[in-house]
Nanobody, 126 residues
Framework: QLQLVESGGGLVQPGGTLRLSCAAS????????IGWFRQAPGKGREGVGC????????KYTDSVKGRFTISRDSAKNTVYLQMNSLKPEDTAVYYC???????????????????WGQGTQVTVSS
């Protein structure tokens, strides 16, 4: 059974740093494009960024550009979301998602992805 598990969330002060992990079981993450999404209280789920199967192309939404970084570790079958300079408005449940059909590109679009993790809470507050 294909499963994604996010971890690394928590409470951090504004300006702080967190690294989220998206680990896979039952399949090889290198065969999938990966997206990161988040959902703040009372709001819809929105895209954060994505990484292609090869890791050669990465996209970010404007609100996180220059602060967040997505990367892959094939040996650990894990994708990371490094979050720096965190702001209170980054508070949300963060999800990773996977899709196999995108070969050379990725999309920061909810409907593209087939598999989703359960999410991890990130709270940015002083």
């Amino acid at each position: 059974q294909l499963q994604l598990v996010e971890s690394g969330g928590g409470l951090v002060q504004p300006g702080g740093t967190l690294r989220l992990s998206c680990a896979a079981s039952g399949f090889t993450l290198d065969d999938y494009a990966i997206g990161w999404f988040r959902q703040a209280p009372g709001k819809g789920r929105e895209g954060v960024g994505c990484i292609t199967r090869s890791g050669g192309s990465i996209k970010y939404t404007d609100s996180v550009k220059g602060r967040f970084t997505i990367s892959r570790d094939s040996a650990k079958n894990t994708v990371y979301l490094q979050m720096n300079s965190l702001k209170p408005e980054d508070t949300a449940v963060y999800y990773c998602a996977a899709v196999q059909d995108l070969l050379f590109r990725c999309e920061v679009s909810l409907g593209v992805y087939n598999y989703w993790g359960q999410g991890t809470q990130v709270t940015v507050s002083s």
